[in-house]
């Protein structure tokens, strides 16, 4: 997953990432693993439950911050298919 500015803008670096999942559609969620691999990219690991044990879609909720203290969340429900 990648933090960054809008396309011709620049600004302060991206400083880090936490992301959550959700297998009940929001209701409950755990934090997923995120790993920063430079230049805003992370690499984000989650454990998926038995699909049976799910809604059968993954909602996302991806907060992300830079180095002057500003930040954004953005939540995409049903992110994708557990099936």
Do not use: I
């Not at 805003?40 to 911050?65: C, E, F, I, M």
Request: glycine share 10%; charged share 30%.
């Amino acid at each position: 997953m990648k933090a960054r500015h809008r396309d011709g803008l620049t600004g302060p670096k991206v400083a880090g990432m936490e992301v959550s999942v959700s297998y009940d559609d929001g209701a409950h969620c755990s934090p997923a693993t995120t790993t920063p691999e430079g230049n805003g990219s992370y690499d984000v690991r989650a454990r998926r439950p038995a699909v049976s044990r799910t809604d059968g879609y993954v909602p996302l909720r991806v907060r992300a911050w830079d180095d002057r203290g500003n930040e954004v969340t953005q939540e995409v429900r049903r992110a994708f298919a557990t099936n």
